[in-house]
């Protein structure tokens, strides 16, 4: 299963619709003592499967001489293609659902006037990172922010994507996976885990995104019945039809690779992730104008 498919709860069905039961933590109120009370809530979540596709075709007479000069099934390598280009698409919707999230929670505490006057300005807040170490120090600390929010347990895992794993990867806290373990989501382009950070955190890199993006994403894994993000999924089907090219009137196969699937994100489940931009350099407001004012 896709690495990216651990941190959230991922299910097959049968059905293209569904629910989803969980449970919520709410205040109530204060006691006498004005001691906070909590309670359970179930809660109920409806879904509904959304279908992809994607399409291959390929002429007859391009089939007939991959299986006779080279011995191969070219059905075999397509369905394979479309397998794995299937998997890059549900990675980049999981991350950038779990990003959006972390994003949403990042400015949770904004007060009405700071997001306006970001907002206004085009202002992204950034952690500025003046050595390696203070990456580690900001994880754990919106491990805990984490923890205090959604009263279950800290952060699981950080996605980040290829020059900050790097960084990451030099520092002493990280420790690598096992390499006699075979990776194939790394060879195949997929979201994949390198490996620790103190022990605690799993460090997965996202290979889709920019060189330049030193954003982390940090969250905690959901589990079923828990807030957070639910996957449902269908067995994918492969439909072969045939059909008359209009340019040339060759025949084709097509081959359409279809999947249902449903990304569900429960009320608070923004409460599990956090966001992190970092930079380098020296970052506010100030130096923000500053350099679009000359870049202008």
Not at 194 to 200: D, V
Request: proline share 4%; with cysteine; charged share 25%.
């Amino acid at each position: 299963m896709q690495e990216i498919k651990n941190i959230i709860c991922w299910n097959k069905t049968d059905k293209g619709t569904g629910e989803i039961f969980y449970l919520t933590l709410e205040t109530t109120g204060k006691d006498p003592e004005g001691i906070e009370i909590l309670s359970m809530k179930n809660i109920r979540k409806s879904f509904r499967l959304e279908t992809y596709m994607i399409k291959s075709k390929v002429s007859k007479e391009q089939m007939q001489d991959l299986e006779k000069l080279h011995s191969v099934d070219p059905k075999a390598m397509l369905t394979s293609t479309m397998e794995e280009e299937d998997k890059r698409g549900q990675d980049k919707l999981i991350y950038n659902m779990i990003k959006y999230a972390g994003s949403v929670n990042e400015k949770i505490g904004w007060s009405t006037i700071v997001f306006k006057v970001n907002e206004w300005f085009g202002y992204e807040p950034k952690f500025r990172v003046k050595e390696d170490l203070d990456i580690f120090r900001k994880i754990v600390s919106i491990s805990n922010l984490i923890q205090s929010k959604t009263r279950r347990s800290g952060a699981d895992f950080i996605i980040a994507g290829p020059a900050m794993g790097a960084r990451i990867m030099d520092l002493p806290q990280f420790v690598y996976n096992d390499p006699n373990q075979p990776d194939l989501d790394r060879s195949t382009g997929l979201i994949h885990k390198i490996g620790a950070l103190g022990n605690k955190f799993s460090v997965i890199i996202n290979p889709m995104l920019h060189w330049n993006d030193e954003s982390i994403v940090i969250g905690s894994n959901t589990f079923e019945g828990q807030e957070g993000i639910y996957q449902y999924e269908m067995e994918p089907e492969i439909i072969e039809t045939e059909e008359i090219s209009p340019d040339n009137l060759m025949p084709y196969i097509v081959l359409n690779y279809k999947n249902r699937m449903a990304l569900v994100a429960t009320d608070n489940a923004h409460l599990k992730y956090y966001t992190l931009n970092t930079t380098i350099k020296r970052h506010n407001i100030l130096t923000h104008l500053i350099n679009k004012i000359f870049k202008k």
